[in-house]
């Protein structure tokens, strides 16, 4: 352990340094081109075998170290979101201003990526120092942000010799990644009617834009019918012109669609394309159906989770200073109280009723209770292939939402960096954990069989759908 603290001491400013880099490149899904190459070239350089476009995108990659034992994965992510440009440090909305409008880090996916690299190559370090053998892998997994990068790449089969793998998420508390996540499908439908004169000859034209408009209402009406924790999202994507004088010839509407469990996310989506051939059929157009991707639901991993939470309270509380302390309660003090009590009302039990600007201790993990958090993961795929594992770690003022300003301006702050390296020594400690007990291994593959139930994984994206970025 005195090792990996050495290490992790050592490695610190290349960790930051790095972080930062891809911080400021901000890159979309499936254009991660320069902050994939910072990560490949950085592993290269630290031994280990580096293989390209896996799955068939040049933004994805697998880098590995070591001959024999068990195959030990690190998931990265390094992409942004699009729209959350935002300048590091400002206390207000600002968007840079020589990008405004453009991308930003805003689900600290640069910290993700980051600290997985480096808790690989100290895993590697620690089996080179004579810690046992294992085959060290970390993936560089593109586009988590509306590209199910990891959905590709596992029906692509590029994790299916994987014995663990592990990851984490930033965040504003630190605890076991507990939750199952929604599976979700997204599909395009596009409307073809016939455009005409609106005014000289409407009973020539069939209105696309109106087949929107009654598959919208349809499936609103869909809604009092399906589970309840089912979700349904739509955005009008081309609502077929500017022109009110002219009957809608093309209009476009995508689905997001979205629940507990693969064959009833696979269920609704049925339901959704018979409202759409209904608003075709009622609006005499034709409906093109364009499946455009999907994820699995979570499953989540006792066996892993428990070792993990040992290790993070073995790590103990986060220490950051009175100036870490003061930043992060001016970010905190920009949130609504919505913001902050959607945080804390999971860990009442430890709060008490205090809202601290860190959250600097651990969540308790309850293994009884698995809960749904209400969004959608790529890592769910990897979830179903291989006992998966993953880590909250408190990197942002207590209450920061996902996706929001605050959290791309909190991106470089100290805490962001101190959580960072703290979420690779649990990472790397529970993976050492793992090598060491591979009877753990053992126990984590059999509780993923019983809760596939003996079923093979099955892809929720058909071997026929186009790698996104290959559509015309
Ligand atoms: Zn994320």
Redesign the pocket.
């Known amino acids: 352990m005195e090792q990996l603290q050495e290490f992790f001491r050592r490695e610190t400013p290349r960790m930051t340094a790095l972080a930062d880099q891809i911080w400021s490149l901000a890159e979309l899904r499936y254009a991660e081109t320069a902050s994939a190459r910072l990560h490949m070239d950085a592993l290269a350089g630290s031994g280990f075998r580096i293989t390209r476009d896996v799955a068939g995108i040049p933004t994805a990659f697998m880098a590995e170290w070591g001959e024999t034992g068990p195959v030990i994965a690190f998931l990265g992510?390094y992409d942004a979101l699009s729209g959350l440009n935002q300048q590091s440090g400002a206390l207000v909305c600002t968007p840079s201003v020589d990008s405004p409008g453009l991308a930003g880090h805003g689900?600290?996916?640069h910290l993700?990526g980051t600290s997985a690299h480096f808790a690989a190559i100290a895993l590697q370090a620690h089996l080179q120092a004579g810690g046992g053998q294992a085959r060290v892998r970390y993936y560089g997994c593109p586009a988590?942000?509306g590209g199910s990068g990891k959905t590709f790449m596992a029906r692509a089969g590029v994790f299916d010799d994987v014995d663990a793998a592990l990851t984490w998420?930033?965040g504003s508390f630190t605890g076991v990644f507990s939750q199952s996540t929604l599976a979700n499908i997204q599909a395009k439908f596009i409307f073809h009617g016939k455009a005409s004169h609106a005014a000289h000859s409407p009973h020539l034209g069939r209105s696309a834009l109106d087949a929107v408009e009654l598959m919208n209402v349809g499936v609103n009406y869909l809604r009092e019918h399906m589970p309840s924790d089912a979700r349904v999202h739509y955005a009008i994507t081309d609502s077929g012109g500017l022109s009110p004088n002219v009957v809608q010839a093309r209009a476009e509407v995508l689905y997001l669609i979205r629940a507990a469990r693969n064959h009833e996310a696979a269920e609704l989506y049925e339901r959704v394309q018979n409202v759409a051939r209904g608003a075709a059929l009622m609006t005499d157009c034709k409906v093109e159906i364009v499946f455009d991707k999907a994820c699995s639901n979570l499953l989540q991993n006792r066996t892993l989770n428990q070792v993990l939470y040992a290790k993070l309270q073995a790590e103990g509380a986060l220490t950051v200073d009175t100036g870490e302390q003061g930043q992060a309660g001016q970010f905190q003090a920009t949130l609504s109280k919505n913001d902050i009590d959607a945080v804390s009302r999971p860990l009442a039990s430890v709060l008490r009723g205090q809202v601290p600007a860190v959250f600097e201790g651990v969540a308790p993990y309850d293994p009884a209770a698995e809960e749904i958090l209400f969004g959608s993961?790529d890592v769910a795929d990897v979830s179903w292939i291989t006992p998966t594992v993953q880590a909250w770690v408190a990197c942002y003022a207590f209450g920061t939402p996902?996706h929001s300003w605050q959290m791309v301006s909190q991106g470089q702050s100290g805490l962001a960096h101190a959580g960072m390296v703290r979420a690779a020594r649990v990472l790397t400690a529970t993976a050492i954990e793992l090598v060491q007990r591979p009877e753990l291994i053992a126990q984590a593959q059999a509780e993923l069989l019983e809760r596939r139930q003996g079923k093979p994984y099955a892809c929720p994206i058909p071997a026929d759908v186009p790698l996104p970025f290959l559509r015309t």
Do not use: A, F, I
Request: proline fraction near 9%.
């Open positions: 992510e689900c600290g996916h993700l988590e942000e998420h930033p993961t996902m």
